[in-house]
């Protein structure tokens, strides 16, 4: 099948190159560098006096690799043939004697889309609604097909390293500074590119224009503390290979004739793909695409139909879910104490989205569509039309009972999902006449970004409620997980236990910030004890309270916790860990109870501590039914609670690094510092039973 059409408009000597992969988003692979390298060459046969690059995708321009195809023969060799027979083709659309343009009409050009245009493109002209971006980073990789060469060419190193290292996706408008984008209407796109083209006749590209300046053009010294400043904030892991290379491609290339520095990168990227947490990053982009949006198995045809729902509780948690209803276009009724509370959310709302419209990623009727999917009320009775309320109120057994029954009082059939982080369904249906309406929808903060929805099924829970749960989260943009019932499920408690580890680790004598890094070297995207501050340690004090209360032989309370707690050193906005920004609060130390009875873990011992915390919990919520399968349970990990995304999950780091061997460190550090949730999970003595070592998933 041809993935490029050449189409030549004889009367204006303009050609359109209209990309048409196969599949749902445009992709390049072999077939698609071929058709490139045809129609280039038709054009300089036919002597166009421009080219226009074009989809015939309505949401895709052109999104990266096919990384199927790539998977097919993931060898060095074959990765370095690809990438450098790309950079060949354009390398030779870009020399040809004609302006190139391109169009983008609400459309994403990602990864190796995006290097085509920054490589090959004199302009672009662009619809509102279009997004860049390099993010190859995300599935560990980086971009080599001349991204960071090209892109610093026109915005600069500064945002060169920030777009490439952070993996960053960005609306059209953003580049329109640069003067490589005009934003445009999508009536006029085509005149205007077609105009251009016939007033930039016998252009030479930038990436070849000896006269080209780079913008905010830095001395050597500024470069290299540019650099040195990158290298410290992206390249702390070493388990993530792909930054490191991309670091180093990046700063060698400083010094690197143009065509020098772009091959430089392929000698730096083809090595990652034999790298075993490379193969972890793409596995997982597969399981997040393939996988996640069908995991959670409910019946379609028992749901109910939520065109509208409630939500109780206009706090924090309250409107964001109020946010990503309303902005998928369900009509939310938003109660509080009363009508006043809910109509001061609904304008903290709108308050928050106006930066997104005045930055250009939102368009302004999609703020005002969702605002006007959003009413307010105080009064309960206005539920009894509707199939579906969310309870997010704080985490009181008492009062979300109370809530229950006054609402179940007024419409018994309705599904009421309770937004709790902590209290099993069986608690808070306890005293009801209709448990099996009662289900879990654990949302994570800030709702709006974060993509875990964790559904809860309670004992009770009727197949109704949770099929209604996991659309309804679906219909929001969610990737739903289904849990069993339990004290804190299987996210909150997975995550409170690296909480708490990271302060035991404090009181076995080390640093508390060194900890924090050692956890960045780990992979985790936060430290424990940074976490404990930015997320509230009276929400983390409460959460192991209550953890410590039903599961006493799993979870005690460090002392340090508790004195922190007391004296009201919880964060929240104060100093906690930190001070401005990531200065070490030197006062935190105060709190801290050491406890001589525990020897002192040497770095990388403790490094292990934290992630088998999460690892033997993860399997302990197997061994109670809390986890199903290891896809959830991968999937969770990386969603919701910052598990490092280069291991894949927690099923994935035990398959990489063996059942026995993981059980073997898990024992000894159990048997060396006496920590109940070190306790080795019975799955782990399952698995050896069967002869199963590696291959979870």
């Given at each position: 099948m041809e993935e490029l059409r050449y189409r030549l408009d004889r009367k204006k000597n303009i050609a359109v190159f209209e990309i048409d992969t196969s599949g749902p988003v445009n992709t390049i692979g072999e077939q698609f560098i071929a058709d490139l390298v045809k129609a280039t060459e038709k054009a300089n046969s036919d002597g166009v006096k421009g080219v226009v690059l074009a989809s015939a995708k309505a949401k895709s321009f052109l999104d990266?690799?096919?990384?199927?195809?790539?998977?097919?023969?993931?060898?060095?060799?074959?990765?370095?043939?690809?990438?450098?027979?790309?950079?060949?083709?354009?390398?030779?659309?870009?020399?040809?004697?004609?302006?190139?343009?391109?169009?983008?009409?609400?459309?994403?050009?990602?990864?190796?889309?995006?290097?085509?245009?920054?490589?090959?493109?004199?302009?672009?002209?662009?619809?509102?609604?279009?997004?860049?971006?390099?993010?190859?980073?995300?599935?560990?990789?980086?971009?080599?097909?001349?991204?960071?060469?090209?892109?610093?060419?026109?915005?600069?190193?500064?945002?060169?390293?920030?777009?490439?290292?952070?993996?960053?996706?960005?609306?059209?408008?953003?580049?329109?500074?640069?003067?490589?984008?005009?934003?445009?209407?999508?009536?006029?796109?085509?005149?205007e590119a077609e105009k251009w083209i016939e007033g930039h006749q016998g252009i030479i590209n930038r990436n070849y224009d000896p006269d080209w300046k780079e913008p905010d053009l830095l001395s050597n010294d500024e470069r290299q503390k540019l650099i040195k400043k990158a290298r410290a904030r992206y390249c702390i892991c070493p388990e993530k290979p792909y930054l490191k290379a991309a670091m180093d491609a990046i700063e060698e290339g400083l010094d690197l004739p143009f065509e020098e520095a772009v091959k430089n990168e392929v000698r730096h990227f083809a090595p990652l793909i034999t790298e075993p947490n490379v193969k972890n990053k793409i596995d997982l982009f597969f399981a997040m695409t393939g996988i996640a949006p069908k995991i959670a198995k409910v019946n379609p045809k028992k749901s109910l139909s939520t065109e509208e729902i409630a939500i109780i509780g206009?706090?924090?948690?309250?409107?964001?879910?109020?946010?990503?209803?309303?902005?998928?276009?369900?009509?939310?009724?938003?109660?509080?104490v009363d009508k006043a509370t809910a109509e001061a959310a609904i304008e903290k709302i709108g308050a928050g989205l106006e930066p997104l419209v005045k930055k250009g990623r939102w368009l302004p009727d999609r703020k005002e569509r969702l605002m006007n999917n959003l009413r307010a009320s105080g009064d309960y009775e206005k539920l009894k039309t509707i199939p579906l309320?969310?309870?997010?109120?704080?985490?009181?057994?008492?009062?979300?009972?109370?809530?229950?029954?006054?609402?179940?009082?007024?419409?018994?059939?309705i599904i009421f999902a309770s937004n709790t982080s902590t209290i099993p369904m069986e608690d808070i249906s306890a005293k009801s006449n209709r448990p099996e309406q009662v289900v879990g929808m654990h949302y994570f903060s800030p709702v709006p970004l974060m993509p875990l929805l964790e559904v809860i099924q309670g004992p009770k829970t009727s197949e109704a409620a949770l099929a209604t749960a996991v659309t309804s989260g679906r219909r929001q943009g969610k990737t739903c997980i289904v849990v069993g019932d339990g004290p804190a499920f299987y996210t909150s408690r997975t995550f409170g236990v690296f909480v708490m580890t990271g302060f035991y680790l404090a009181e076995m004598g080390l640093d508390p910030w060194e900890i924090d890094?050692?956890?960045?070297?780990?992979?985790?995207?936060?430290?424990?004890?940074?976490?404990?501050?930015?997320?509230?340690?009276?929400?983390?004090?409460?959460?192991?309270?209550?953890?410590?209360?039903?599961?006493?032989?799993?979870?005690?309370?460090?002392?340090?916790v508790g004195k922190m707690y007391e004296a009201g050193y919880v964060g929240a906005g104060k100093p906690c860990f930190y001070k401005n920004g990531m200065e070490p609060d030197k006062s935190a130390l105060e709190f801290i109870v050491r406890n001589s009875s525990l020897p002192t873990p040497d770095r990388d011992e403790a490094k292990e501590m934290l992630l088998l915390s999460m690892v033997n919990q993860a399997f302990l919520c197997l061994d109670e039914g809390v986890l199903r399968d290891y896809f959830s349970m991968d999937i969770g990990a990386i969603l919701g609670i910052g598990f490092p995304d280069c291991w894949h999950g927690p099923a994935r780091y035990v398959s990489q690094k063996g059942v026995k061997a993981t059980l073997g460190r898990i024992q000894a550090i159990y048997e060396?510092?006496?920590?109940?949730?070190?306790?080795?999970?019975?799955?782990?003595?399952?698995?050896?039973?069967c002869g199963v070592d590696r291959g979870l998933l």
């Open positions: 990266g690799a096919n990384l199927m195809e790539i998977m097919k023969d993931p060898s060095q060799l074959n990765l370095k043939h690809v990438v450098l027979k790309l950079q060949e083709t354009l390398a030779n659309l870009a020399k040809s004697p004609f302006p190139v343009v391109a169009v983008l009409t609400g459309q994403t050009v990602l990864g190796g889309g995006f290097e085509t245009l920054l490589w090959t493109c004199d302009h672009i002209f662009s619809t509102t609604g279009s997004k860049m971006g390099l993010p190859e980073v995300n599935v560990g990789l980086f971009p080599a097909g001349g991204g960071p060469e090209t892109l610093r060419k026109i915005a600069g190193l500064k945002t060169a390293l920030d777009v490439v290292m952070g993996g960053k996706v960005l609306p059209a408008e953003f580049y329109s500074k640069s003067g490589l984008v005009t934003m445009v209407s999508k009536d006029e796109i085509l005149q206009a706090g924090l948690m309250g409107q964001g879910v109020a946010q990503v209803c309303a902005d998928k276009g369900m009509k939310v009724l938003l109660i509080d309320v969310i309870e997010a109120v704080f985490e009181d057994l008492d009062l979300k009972q109370k809530i229950l029954k006054q609402v179940q009082d007024v419409n018994p059939d890094r050692l956890a960045l070297e780990a992979g985790f995207p936060q430290g424990p004890l940074h976490v404990y501050g930015t997320a509230g340690g009276n929400v983390v004090y409460h959460a192991g309270c209550f953890m410590s209360s039903r599961k006493p032989d799993l979870l005690t309370i460090p002392e340090s060396k510092y006496n920590l109940a949730f070190f306790k080795p999970a019975r799955e782990f003595e399952k698995l050896i039973a």
